[in-house]
């Protein structure tokens, strides 16, 4: 304040106190703080007071004459202060001590935490206080887990008693379940449907028609999703596929199919399970891959060779490729010849065209030749140039 003498404010005091100043004196009440400034120097501006006491009057007074007040003709003990800002400890701090900033020194009593106390544990603690730092309860009530005791803990939990960090279920599970939570099911093939609760083997063993350590699947005789349906009699030692009720291990002699359902009644040796083709000969009169046709003559006839049909049919497809490939190979030699010949032909026809249209060399020459024969047959020039011929 522009106006405000700083010297009074020097050597005052501040006392607490339950009662007003006007019914205590200064050894009835706590003192708190004094100011021992002395002229010419003047206290702060701004003073900040910690006085850790429990009071309901905050009293701040002075003796103190400044000379300075000479001035001004005012004698005796003035105190000007600007502002007093007072601040108490939280009803949650324990001992009601906190320190300057607020904060509680000693803790906070049962059910708060932060620093000054101020906020609530968690409403499901079972212990009365929590972590100051982050409000963690100590423990849970019954049925709850988690840090703040907040979840639940899982319904099949016996008692609903479940660990507060995991909510994993601690005294086991209640009938008919399984797992650290309790949050699985023993199979309906376990006797009055109950099972460990880590390995959810059956305690009692498994009802009819279920077996296995989890009595989570069929015997070998029966299938169905709840293991009620019978393996067909005609499958090999009456076992199924505990799903589809196929027949795993075969059938008996005279049944196929995936079932076993179907009879070969005509095959003396069997058949083969996925086809129904005979084994071995007809009976007498009858004959094909079924042994369901008769013969003409009544005469017996083997059952055609799988393997002799398939070799035949390999013969038969290596000849067909054979023969396309020599049809090629002599239709390509012959077309070669074609063409072979033609060229001869248009070579020929040149040379005669050729020799057609003799030049002068060559009228000279032919007829060259005909002159020596000539000199043969008569006489020549020089004869005549020598004259007749004179007898000896």
Excluded at 168 to 177: A, D, I, K, Y
């Amino acid at each position: 304040m522009k106006d405000w003498k700083q010297f009074r404010f020097r050597q005052f005091y501040l006392d607490v106190s339950n009662s007003s100043a006007t019914q205590t004196t200064t050894s009835q009440r706590t003192r708190c703080y004094t100011d021992n400034t002395t002229a010419p120097d003047l206290p702060p501006n701004i003073i900040d007071i910690t006085c850790k006491q429990t009071a309901r009057y905050v009293i701040v007074e002075t003796t103190y004459d400044a000379p300075e007040d000479d001035d001004y003709d005012e004698h005796g003990a003035i105190l000007e202060i600007c502002e007093i800002e007072v601040y108490g400890c939280a009803a949650t701090c324990r001992n009601n001590v906190c320190n300057g900033s607020g904060n509680c020194a000693d803790g906070c009593v049962d059910g708060y935490w932060r620093p000054a106390c101020e906020s609530q544990c968690p409403a499901n603690c079972d212990e009365p206080t929590c972590d100051s730092t982050n409000g963690f309860c100590i423990s849970c009530k019954s049925g709850y887990w988690g840090n703040a005791c907040n979840s639940l803990c899982p319904i099949h939990c016996i008692e609903r008693v479940c660990d507060k960090t995991y909510g994993s279920c601690t005294q086991g599970c209640t009938s008919g379940h399984y797992g650290d939570m309790c949050n699985r099911t023993c199979s309906i093939g376990c006797v009055g449907g109950t099972c460990d609760k880590q390995t959810a083997t059956c305690s009692n063993g498994c009802v009819q028609n279920w077996a296995g350590s989890q009595c989570d699947g069929c015997d070998s005789n029966h299938y169905g999703s709840s293991c009620s349906l019978e393996c067909n009699h005609n499958c090999e030692n009456s076992t199924c596929n505990d799903t589809t009720g196929l027949c795993t291990l075969g059938c008996k002699t005279g049944f196929f199919g995936d079932k076993c359902d179907r009879q070969c009644t005509c095959c003396p040796s069997g058949c083969d399970r996925l086809t129904g083709r005979c084994y071995g000969d007809c009976p007498v009169g009858k004959f094909w891959v079924f042994c369901d046709k008769a013969c003409n003559q009544g005469k017996q006839s083997p059952v055609p060779n799988t393997e002799n049909m398939s070799s035949l049919y390999v013969v038969i497809t290596a000849l067909c490729i054979s023969l396309l490939v020599n049809i090629f190979t002599i239709i390509w030699i012959f077309r070669n010849k074609a063409c072979k010949r033609q060229d001869v032909n248009q070579e020929e026809k040149k040379d005669t065209d050729t020799i057609s249209t003799p030049g002068i060399y060559d009228t000279a020459e032919e007829n060259a030749g005909y002159q020596e024969l000539g000199q043969l047959s008569g006489p020549s020039h020089y004869d005549h140039l020598q004259g007749p011929t004179t007898n000896k």
